[in-house]
Every structure is written in C-alpha cells, then in structure tokens.
C-alpha cells in the first residue's frame, strides 16, 4: 500500500477473514469494526488502536493545549479598516454565539481613524486577520434606472343636428333690386334640439334655410358634427445609484395640504406626498445577477376631479421583488383600459325612421386607450464607476 502502519500495544486477538478481491483499506475497515478499534492518519502514517485509548489521548491533547492557551502571552495588533465600519467588525469579534476572540481577548475602537486593536494570543490574532480580509473589501456599485411609460389612443365622433320650423304670423315685405326685405314676426311651431356635445373644442357646423317664394315658412337645419382622434405618450425615468443591500430612495413631486380633526376637536394641517419615487434595494448574487425589491410610486394631483376636502390623487404604484440579468431590462408590471361607449339620443319614432331618422338622433362613439407599462434596468458598477 505504500503506507506505514503503527499499531498499538493494546491491539492483539485473533480474527478469521474469506476475503475475495477486497481493496485493502475496506478489509481494514472491517476488522477494526469487529475489534472495536479506529485509526488516525498524518501523512504517510497510519496509527491503529482501540477507539477509548484514542479518545482519551486526543481528549488530553485538548486540554493541554486550553491550559497552554491560557498560559500563553497575549499580544496587540492594529488593523486599519479600508471600506468597512470598524464598529461592525468588532460586533463579530465579541459576538457571544460565535466569537473568534479567546476568553482573555478584547477589542477595542477609534471611531475617528476607523481602526480597531486587538488583543489576543497569537493563534487568535492569525483567525482575525484573516477574517478582516474578507470582510474590508469594497462594496460593489449597482445603478438602477426605472421607466415609467403611459401611452393613450384616444377618439371620439360627434354627429347633432338642430331643425326649426318657422311660420310667419305678419310680413310686410319689399323688392329692393332682386332681394326681398321680411320684417315681422316669426312663430316656430316645430323643432329638434340635438345638437353635438362633444367633450373637448368645438363641433363644426353646416346650416342652411329653406323657405318659400312668399317668405311664410321657413325651414332651418343646423348640422353639427366633431371627430377627435388623438395619441400622447408620458416616459418618467427616474434613476438611482446605490451599494450592494444598501436600501435607496430619490423622489420628486408635491405635498399637498389638507386639514385633518385632532383628539381634541380642533384642526390641523397634514401633507399628503404626490410624488415620482422610487424605492429599491439591490442584492448582486454570485453569479452576476441582481435581484431587487422594488417599490416604484408615480401620483399626480387630478386636475379633473376634486373633493370637498380637497385635491384627488392619480395613483400608479407597484412594488414586487425581481431576478434580473447585469444590464438586462424587465417589465415588472402593465395595466391596459380601454373604454368604448357609443351613446345614441333620438325622438322616438321618429329616429328610428329609415334614411331620414339620423335627422332625428344625436350620436356620440367613444373609443379610449390607456397603457401603462414599467421597466427597470439594472447595472453593476465597476471600481472606477464606468458601466461593466
């Protein structure tokens, strides 16, 4: 086996094997087991011997070496923290669940250079340099950049019309050239109001009058109609650089008053944030990833729609916690509206009379398309703050 075998006193008796194409080490394995005996290897050298003598002779080893470590004489050693806080290192060193330092060791600090002193025998102080070494290593960068996109389609159409029927009670009337002057007065005995209404600007129109050659009646139209069709599109980037599980936060927007009833019946003055924030926490695992939890909040007072109590709030906010690649770009969140109406308002019958009932009805199509959609994008720092 090319191995030296030392074998102890105590080890004798006899023991009766059939082996067949054993390898050497398993036919041992099996006589110790049967004997009661265990082996301890250093090097080359194999030492065989019952397992109580074994255990007693490591168990005064222990102790010799405890009674030597609290013997021997304590030395001081500085360390000077690079990247690290000196006052977390320390809270390792004393932690009582797992502490490095022997019982007669301590630690001290000096917040202003941010060093620590350590003293401890010489074995201690190997076990915490090199523990300090891993540990005071610069924190890696990560820059987070999240965009926020609203895009609408909207469009409406409008279609009214307006008719009058007009009959003249009086009418005094003369030729001036080729054109007639009416004056009198005129009684509408009939007409349709329904004129478009639309929700923005102004409908356009076309009226004209018909009447008769002894200018008795008289029949006015006014058509009115408005097609709208817009697209807008909002992009909100805000963007933040942080350290590894270092919690961030950059926000922008307003705070907005209002009054609030205090324990004792009297009022006071609150603020309400509507603001553009975004909130996140990066964690770089081993294999270059980053994963976030993320809280990403865009509010904006409503222009539109207010209370008695004061300014209502727009709300767009989602929080999740993602996996995502260096550089890589996610959507984590997406809200699709769309609204449709088609409202119709006509005089019975009458609108609904085939070829002419449109003379009769006021109508109004409603198509609305709203999209939210929110990206982030993550990317590690290297040491001299270039994108990697």
Known sequence: TGMNMVVSDSVGGSITLILKDVPWDQALDIIMQQKGLDMRKNGNVILIAPREELATKEKLEFEAKAQISDLEPLLTESFQMNYIRAEAVQKLLVDPKQTLLSKRGSALLDD???????????SRLDDVRAMIAKVDVPARQVMIEARIVEAGDSFAKNLGIRLSWNQANRLDTARIGNARDLSGSLNSTASVNLPA????????LLSFTLYNQRFTQFLSAEISALEADGRGKVVSSPRVMTANQVEALIEQGFELPYQVATASGATSIAFRKANLSLKVKPQITPDGKIAMALDINKDTP???FTTGAGIAID??????EVLVDNGGTVVIGGIYTQTTRNNTQRIPFFGDLPYIGWLFKNREVIDDKTELLVFVTPRIISENLSVR
């Open 197 to 204: 209404t639309p929700r923005a600007g102004s409908a356009g």
């Open 112 to 122: 202003r250079s941010n060093m620590m002193f350590v003293k401890d025998t010489p």
């Open 302 to 304: 409503s222009a539109s």
């Open 315 to 320: 709300t767009r906010h989602v929080k999740t």
